[in-house]
């Protein structure tokens, strides 16, 4: 498969995070989803706490709080369209290239309700929805 174009850096991040996904799951076998996803936050010097949407263990609710209101990922951004593009392209797909090889026979989908580059806040917030792959 070639990666190149406008998908570029959404390749190169899915990429990324799949490869730590791999690392992760050699390292911890039996970590929880939970667990590997904290991980992936904390390392970033963050606070991540992650809990179900209403008792449903399918959809996850992620607050990353950073000790500043500056995004370790996509930096110091200013412009929405900037932000989502770093939303877009490199946060989603890195997460999600992580989880799926973490737990490939489920889907993953993110939902951005707030970002440290969209608000200027020192929060990241989305959530994420789980589901059974359909072959």
Do not use: W
Not at 2 to 24: C, E, F, Q, R, W
Not at 67 to 73: G, L, V, Y
Not at 88 to 117: D, M, S
């Amino acid at each position: 498969m070639d990666i190149g174009g406008d998908n570029l850096a959404k390749s190169v991040s899915t990429k990324l995070g799949s490869k730590l996904g791999k690392l992760y799951k050699n390292r911890h076998p039996n970590a929880s989803l939970e667990t590997h996803l904290k991980q992936i936050y904390t390392v970033l010097d963050a606070k991540p706490k992650i809990k179900n949407v209403n008792g449903n263990p399918n959809v996850l609710e992620v607050i990353v709080k950073h000790k500043k209101k500056f995004c370790p990922i996509g930096g110091d951004c200013k412009s929405k369209a900037r932000a989502e593009f770093i939303n877009n392209n490199v946060c989603i797909p890195y997460t999600l290239g992580f989880l799926n090889e973490l737990e490939p026979k489920l889907k993953f989908k993110a939902e951005i309700k707030n970002c440290i580059a969209f608000n200027n806040t020192k929060f990241c917030h989305y959530i994420l929805t789980m589901s059974e792959k359909i072959n």
